[in-house]
């Protein structure tokens, strides 16, 4: 479709359509009358429209469920399974097992 104007690639995409919709072959097509061929565009371009909306009913709500993850998972917190509660002074740390004997060296307590 190189060197096609906007309108001329609507019309060629709407024209192929018909011509799908219709079951026929598109010399077939062509041979149906003026009248015909104007009800198959039209059916041809509500099927486009309605394909339309649906593909960006779809990206729509691909973007809202990614937005609903994206707070859920700000709402979850951080993660602490593995790690180990120590306490200093009244400060809170979570450490790796790995860690503790280091932690526990330098004054915190595991709670």
């Excluded at 919709?21 to 429209?49: N, V, Y």
């Excluded at 709402?75 to 790796?96: A, F, R, T």
């Amino acid at each position: 479709m190189a060197g096609l104007t906007k309108e001329q690639k609507a019309a060629k995409v709407l024209l192929e359509k018909a011509t799908a919709l219709s079951g026929m072959s598109a010399e077939d097509f062509d041979k149906l009358g003026e009248q015909e061929r104007a009800d198959w565009g039209k059916s041809a371009q509500e099927a486009l429209d309605l394909e339309a909306a649906n593909a960006q009913r779809l990206a729509d709500e691909a973007g809202a469920n990614r937005a609903t993850a994206k707070l859920a998972a700000k709402e979850d917190g951080p993660d602490y399974s593995g790690l180990i509660k120590v306490e200093q002074g009244g400060e809170v740390l979570y450490v790796h097992p790995t860690c503790l004997d280091d932690h526990t060296r330098l004054g915190w307590k595991e709670v």
